[in-house]
């Protein structure tokens, strides 16, 4: 790595958001990072500037084809005043294989590493300390390219911009009830499911619309082919516990692989806690709740790290999970994962990365 | 329709392209037509402006979740000089569809098409007179909220720029290689196939790739379940033409449903063809092919109009249809339908507009 990142400082700032109560997504901080992409010259010019609005040409692609892709991922500040990142590698990994599929050239994955974390030591005071808050970050790139020729584009723009957001579970971990989305798809073999691109979730809108009306929190999205297999919940992977293993969809060529995901597997071996990536019908899990052995479900992902389940609604069927409490598993992986994450608990994994 | 139009003139006029070699989708006319749409006021402020870059927030939900909507249709010059469009009504009805399906709030059909013409009146210049040129339009809707949570947007633009285009056929009409993809999937039920929304166009890239390596111009798509049903051909309808009956795929919920294809289907009735919209497999255009009553084979859209194929492509099975040559009947389809749309033939059907 030798490429310099320019750093212009932003003589403007803004004031944070009150820690108390933090909504998702509205507030950025002060710098971001910007690299350009052209045929020419490949990816250039990495370079941390002042957030601020992007101007593109009313025929960039971005507006017209959808080639974009993104990623979501946590900075926590620890009780010592630390900074740390969660197994960042594995996002930057990811936006790659994101990118490859929707034909955008790779970023160096090392690079956006340094970069990011440039990034937050420039903005470290934009890490909030409160318990539970953290600094969500958002790498994303779009096709600037001004042409609706139906082809890949020849520019892009990779940027990381910084969100400070409150706590998932301000009022406690409560689980949620979940239904069953048997009409709409989110993905399918052969599809874009396995990439973290923009087209994925405004598609899925109007299965978590229909979920609302009926008065549950997320939708579980059944595979696109024979509607029978289980994928994901809203957008996060999902594990059952039944009879003592723990079973999570294996990935098929339509569900994303989480860094959530990943861990928990990773913890699991590592406890001795039989855990199976395999393909699992709802049929099954119903069979399993039937017989007494559903013991624990939950999705996971970056946002929530654990959503304990309490309910899963399938048309007339529905079932009632460890009486709508939190499992002793979940509970466990969840003060693992956000202990390692904060730097409460030793990080005997090499998963963080300090600023 | 009562709301009124402004329109703010451009007092920098641009060149226009080369009319014997406009390359498609680079060059855009001197004005557009903008709309805004915020959840107090819903769509407002429709008004013709200088052509110029959309300014955004980083946070702009469209460079995330990918909340877009878009058409294409195109404005004619009839030989005395009169600008027509081709059932623009059709383009803005399918816009709406789209944008249901993407949780778009729908636009005022009739409103885009006054808007439409008034825009084209103000850019009549920009209509080409050359044979076989025309002006292209991309009216598109794009989610403007500055805010990364995951929920549909409270705020969108939509916007129509014009952009004048070459004829698709300069060296006149050649059938094209097709190439039968039988791992990306484009669409599958219950996903966003029926919608024209950017996500499933960036999709279909790495396919077309593939198809241009292995010398094919397109790529014919399949169903996304059982890979055995005919879907569409690159981004347009397919039609066969089978001992001397016209076969269609079915509105299935997974193609999109062209206006080049609902107009094809009733000129065929009208001129006592049959015609029959229905699920059809390879497999069975494979046997006609072998029984020799695969007479014709071509891809209808906007862009060609119609196109015809000449060769088919699955692995080791090949066919080379009416001997490479343009069939009959799409010939006759292609000169009525530029024929009307040019305005040399009578438009006994209605579908022209003039502007
Ligand atoms: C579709 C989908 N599935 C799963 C996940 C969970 O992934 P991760 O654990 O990396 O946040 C996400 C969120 O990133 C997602 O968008
Ligand atoms: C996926 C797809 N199928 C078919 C078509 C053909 O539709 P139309 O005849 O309205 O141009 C298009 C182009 O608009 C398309 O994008």
Redesign the interface.
């Known amino acids: 790595m030798t490429r310099t990142i320019e750093v212009v400082h932003s003589t403007n700032k803004k004031p944070k958001p009150n820690a108390d109560n933090i909504?998702?997504?509205?507030y950025?901080s002060d710098h971001?990072f910007v690299m350009d992409y052209s045929e020419e010259k490949g990816w250039y010019d990495p370079r941390i500037v002042p957030?601020?609005?992007?101007?593109?040409?009313?025929?960039?692609m971005?507006?017209?084809?959808?080639?974009?892709v993104?990623e979501g991922l946590k900075a926590y500040r620890t009780p010592d005043d630390r900074i740390l990142l969660f197994r960042p590698e594995k996002n930057f990994r990811r936006l790659n294989l994101s990118s490859e599929?929707?034909?955008i050239p790779a970023i160096d994955e090392e690079l956006a590493l340094v970069a990011l974390k440039k990034l937050i030591e420039v903005e470290k005071e934009w890490v909030p300390a409160l318990e539970g808050n953290s600094l969500?970050i958002?790498p994303?790139i779009?096709?600037t390219e001004?042409?609706?020729?139906?082809?890949?584009a020849n520019s892009y723009q990779f940027?990381m911009?910084l969100?400070p957001v409150g706590s998932y579970y301000k009022e406690g971990i409560k689980p949620v009830g979940i239904y069953v989305e048997d009409?709409?798809?989110r993905?399918?073999?052969?599809?874009?499911g396995t990439a973290k691109?923009?087209?994925?979730?405004?598609?899925a809108?109007?299965a978590?619309?229909r979920a609302t009306e009926k008065g549950y929190s997320q939708v579980l999205w059944l595979d696109?082919?024979e509607k029978k297999f289980i994928e994901e919940v809203g957008?996060m992977n999902v594990f059952f516990k039944v009879n003592g293993e723990v079973i999570t969809p294996e990935l098929n060529g339509s569900i994303l692989e989480g860094v959530t995901r990943m861990s928990i597997i990773e913890l699991l071996k590592d406890w001795g806690v039989p855990v199976i990536e395999r393909r699992i019908s709802l049929e099954e899990i119903y069979q399993a709740y039937d017989r007494g052995e559903l013991e624990e479900a939950f999705g996971t992902g970056t946002a929530a790290v654990i959503s304990p389940v309490g309910e899963l609604n399938w048309g007339q069927r529905n079932m009632v999970i460890n009486n709508r409490e939190m499992g002793e598993l979940s509970r466990k992986l969840y003060d693992t994962l956000t202990g390692i994450q904060t730097g409460k608990i030793e990080d005997r994994y090499n998963w963080t990365v300090e600023v």
Do not use: C, D, W
């Open positions: 909504a998702f997504g509205k950025f971001m957030y601020a609005p992007i101007t593109l040409e009313p025929s960039a971005i507006f017209h084809y959808g080639q974009t993104f599929r929707i034909s969500y958002r994303f779009i096709a001004p042409n609706i020729n139906l082809t890949p940027m911009i969100s009409e709409y798809t993905a399918v073999k052969g599809g874009t691109t923009a087209g994925n979730y405004a598609a809108y109007k978590q619309e696109g082919v957008s």
